[in-house]
């Protein structure tokens, strides 16, 4: 056992990403190419889809990337969205975009996504890409999954052989990250075991865990009970706790009962500063990956 677990920083991880993302737009624009262009598009004023946006803009500013956000009305025709993604498809001056999820109840998500353009589909949503990932392909990853792979990687935390248990099925999280982990790869070639809300015997699956992704949104879901010691503990939750101690009246709050948990696990990510950041970077490497299927010959030096 361990008197406390090494903290799986994000932040820093986060960090040296982005400024191997910012090497490569000044190699690509000192090779005469344009830098990378994101767009978000944001439908309506949703409070943490504005959060999310803003973030994703600051960090384009950071590595030198072209961004930009189409803001439309939360009472825009499903028809007038599919119109703006299809523009997007055919501007060649836009390397990526995304549609901020979630979208109004009145416009088919589903219809949405599948209207983005495969090559342009940085969050990795299209079935074309979440069909070569299932494959082994090269494609877009979605974001959070390949951030958590990208920390394990970088970290050297050995996932081949070990048992992970995911808590948590949704399509942008658990289920791409039990599927990663379980492909013929590095990282990889884990025995995966996803659990989600109609698993019995969770608590036994979670005891037997090597490493332990939190993908619920629960606060505190996972306490000293469900880590078997010595685990790796990737807590992905980030959900608004209210705080009256603090400005904004509210906290983030993840699935994991950190205090409680660090003491015993082998590794852990803080929330803040530990999926979220690396999450964020996914998104940046996916959009530098589209600037390199445009441009093929940068980033030769
Ligand atoms: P979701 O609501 O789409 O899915 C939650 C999943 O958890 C479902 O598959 C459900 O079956 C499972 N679940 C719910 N209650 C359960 C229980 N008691 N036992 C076992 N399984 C249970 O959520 P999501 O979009 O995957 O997000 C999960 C959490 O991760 C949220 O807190 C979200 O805010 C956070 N999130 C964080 C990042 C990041 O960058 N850190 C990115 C995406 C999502």
């Not at 809300?197 to 019995?200: D, E, G, P, Q």
């Not at 949104?217 to 469900?226: A, E, I, M, S, W």
């Not at 803040?272 to 999926?275: F, I, K």
């Given at each position: 056992m361990n008197d406390q677990a090494q903290i799986l920083d994000g932040k820093a991880l986060a960090s040296e990403i982005r400024e191997e993302v910012r090497g490569y737009v000044e190699r690509a624009v000192r090779q005469g190419h344009r830098p990378p262009k994101l767009v978000a598009i944001l439908v309506g004023n949703d409070g943490a889809s504005e959060t999310y946006v803003a973030a994703k803009a600051q960090d384009c500013a950071e590595v030198g990337f072209d961004s930009e956000v189409i803001r439309l009305s939360a009472h825009v025709s499903e028809q007038e969205l599919l119109r703006v993604v299809r523009s997007l498809n055919e501007?060649?001056?836009?390397?990526g975009f995304i549609v901020q999820l979630?979208?109004?109840?009145?416009?088919?998500e589903q219809k949405i996504l599948f209207s983005i353009d495969p090559d342009k589909d940085v969050d990795g949503f299209h079935p074309v890409n979440v069909g070569k990932m299932c494959l082994g392909l090269s494609s877009f990853l979605p974001a959070t999954p390949a951030g958590i792979l990208e920390m394990l990687e970088r970290t050297g935390v050995e996932t081949e052989g070990k048992h992970v248990v995911v808590i948590g099925r949704s399509n942008i999280v658990g289920r791409p990250m039990s599927i990663l982990l379980s492909r013929n790869a590095r990282p990889g070639n884990a025995t995966v075991t996803l659990c989600h809300?109609?698993?019995?015997h969770l608590r036994a699956h979670c005891q037997s865990a090597d490493i332990l992704v939190a993908a619920l949104?629960?606060?505190?879901?996972?306490?000293?009970?469900?880590v078997k010691p010595g685990a790796v503990v990737i807590d992905v939750g980030i959900t608004r706790v209210a705080d009256a101690s603090r400005k904004s009246g509210f906290r983030l709050s993840g699935d994991v009962d950190f205090e409680a948990v660090a003491p015993v696990a082998s590794w852990i990510t803080p929330v803040?500063?530990?999926?979220g950041p690396m999450t964020r970077a996914g998104l940046l490497t996916n959009t530098r990956r589209a600037h390199q299927m445009r441009f093929p010959n940068t980033d030769l030096e």
């Open positions: 501007n060649p001056g836009v390397d979630p979208l109004p109840a009145h416009i088919d809300s109609r698993s019995v949104g629960r606060p505190g879901f996972v306490g000293r009970d469900l803040p500063g530990g999926v």
